[in-house]
């Protein structure tokens, strides 16, 4: 059976000056793996790609350790700055290039 994955997914803990952009009373709430998971079941995916939300540093830090909690984010789209930072010398298994 082919892997199934969501291919873009971001993931948050709320609050108005991170996420002041938000215009919807929906998205003003946390959005995090254990919200996600049982969706990805119910449908027949395996995982997902979580997509930054902001444009800061410690984006990239919140996201890899998401990553490392949950076994279904198969991999993490960053800013190309945080590679360098993070993968000072970057394994292809570990990151998407775009």
């Not at 198969?74 to 570990?94: E, L, Q, W």
Request: no cysteine.
């Amino acid at each position: 059976m082919a892997l199934r994955l969501d291919s873009h997914q971001h993931f948050w803990r709320y609050n108005d000056t991170d996420y002041g952009w938000m215009d919807h009373n929906i998205l003003k709430q946390d959005y995090l793996p254990a919200y996600l998971n049982p969706y990805l079941r119910d449908h027949g995916f395996h995982g997902t790609i979580a997509v930054q939300a902001r444009q800061v540093d410690r984006e990239t830090d919140f996201l890899l350790q998401l990553q490392s909690e949950n076994s279904f984010i198969k991999g993490v789209i960053m800013d190309a700055r945080a590679m360098v930072v993070h993968f000072p010398y970057p394994t292809t298994s570990r990151l998407i290039f775009l």
